[in-house]
């Protein structure tokens, strides 16, 4: 008889579908979690990308005028010239745009930050609490999210 008890497989089913339903479980969550983050960074994007263009937008009217312009040859439709950008107010601008934006309540903070003649680049850096916290202090407590975020001023055609 306990020879029958030990190859009695009644059961076994039950314990496969509750391990499969788990390990489903924690695999929705962990896709929920990173569907959340790529829609973070897009929205970490297009903050970038109103705050370099408003950089951008800054002349420096004292070498735009003086003749002090770069021409660029690479475009294909023959020369190009830049506008040079005032890079510390192009920094100001940058910084202000950045300092009034908040990404979902939580302020973003600037890693890095470049001006060089008619190029400007900056780095934004926010850390976001995880959408989905998992039982047990499993997982991180947040995800950093980093986006760079470049422009380069050009007025189209020949300067004459």
Not at 121 to 144: M, Y
Request: aromatic fraction near 6%.
């Amino acid at each position: 008889m306990p020879l029958k008890i030990l190859h009695d497989e009644a059961g076994s089913l039950v314990v496969l579908i509750f391990t499969l339903f788990l390990l489903m479980l924690i695999s929705s969550l962990a896709v929920i979690d990173d569907s959340d983050t790529f829609l973070a960074k897009r929205e970490l994007i297009a903050i970038g990308e109103v705050a370099i263009t408003r950089a951008a937008h800054q002349i420096s009217l004292s070498r735009y005028y003086s003749g002090n312009i770069l021409m660029d040859t690479s475009g294909a439709d023959g020369a190009q010239f830049r506008i040079p950008i005032d890079c510390p107010a192009a920094f100001l601008a940058f910084q202000s745009e950045v300092t009034n934006s908040l990404l979902r309540t939580h302020s973003i903070e600037i890693s890095s930050w470049s001006c060089q003649g008619d190029e400007v680049a900056g780095t934004l850096q926010v850390r976001l609490p995880l959408l989905i916290k998992l039982p047990f202090g499993i997982g991180s407590d947040g995800t950093a999210i980093i986006s760079t975020v470049g422009a380069t001023s050009i007025i189209g055609g020949a300067r004459g």
